[in-house]
């Protein structure tokens, strides 16, 4: 089966400015995740869906990141305005139906620089 | 906010040497995974150990699940330079997955 698709690979914008990362799961998957991951950490949940619901965005900062998954297939974050601090790996991740410790699986993430 | 720190967080040892690395928390967790992620890549996972005590093996890997289910530890024995990469537990709870701040090792031909 394919994996979880990711675009674009790599951005380079400059502060203030705004971008956004798309990413197609593996079908069937219901459940997505949005990861922010810093050079050499580990990766912190932005944002969980379950199908076109948000499960959890409470480390989401709403005032500049947004994510939507309208019919619960392929997912879209944007960030607006982009801040310095904004610079990592972005990657998303999805899961099978129902089952909460089961794998995840990731896609080989979009690498955003903020100047 | 459930936090997962792992030691060591750099780790650079000769081919063929043993080595631990530890995932601890103050939380309880359901089950905890253990995750392997190369440079360019997203992580892949190792393991999944869900049971107080759990001993799992994957070749030279041993994972192993505290019995309070707080904490975790991953032994390799005789390493390799395939086994470089940034390795991170991830424990879950209330439906969510944490991840663990990771550990890079690099292992020196």
């Known amino acids: 089966e394919a994996g979880v698709a990711q675009s674009p690979r790599y951005k380079i914008i400059e502060k203030r400015q705004s971008v956004a990362f798309w990413c197609n799961p593996i079908s069937g998957h219901a459940t997505l995740y949005w990861y922010q991951q810093i050079l050499g950490q580990g990766p912190k949940l932005l944002i969980q869906?379950?199908?076109?619901?948000?499960?959890?965005d409470s480390q989401l900062p709403k005032d500049r990141f947004s994510a939507e998954r309208l019919k619960g297939v392929d997912s879209t974050l944007k960030i607006q305005p982009a801040k310095l601090e904004d610079s990592a790996v972005y990657l998303c991740?999805?899961?099978?139906?129902?089952?909460?410790?089961?794998?995840?699986?990731f896609g080989e993430g979009s690498r955003l620089t903020v100047l | 906010t459930q936090l997962l720190e792992q030691s060591p967080q750099f780790l650079s040892i000769q081919e063929g040497e043993n080595l631990t690395v530890y995932c601890n928390s103050s939380?309880?967790?359901?089950?905890l995974q253990w995750y392997r992620q190369e440079p360019g890549e997203g992580p892949v996972l190792l393991v999944t150990v869900v049971t107080g005590g759990e001993v799992k093996k994957l070749k030279r890997l041993t994972f192993q699940f505290g019995d309070a289910r707080k904490d975790s530890s991953l032994h390799i024995t005789a390493a390799q330079p395939g086994d470089t990469g940034l390795y991170l537990c991830?424990?879950?709870?209330?439906?969510?997955?944490?991840f663990g701040t990771g550990t890079r090792l690099t292992i020196i031909p």
């Open positions: 991830a424990g879950s709870g209330n439906e969510k997955l944490t």
């Open positions: 991740a999805s899961r099978r139906p129902g089952s909460f410790t089961g794998e995840l699986f």
């Open positions: 869906f379950q199908n076109n619901g948000v499960v959890d």
């Open positions: 939380s309880v967790f359901s089950s």
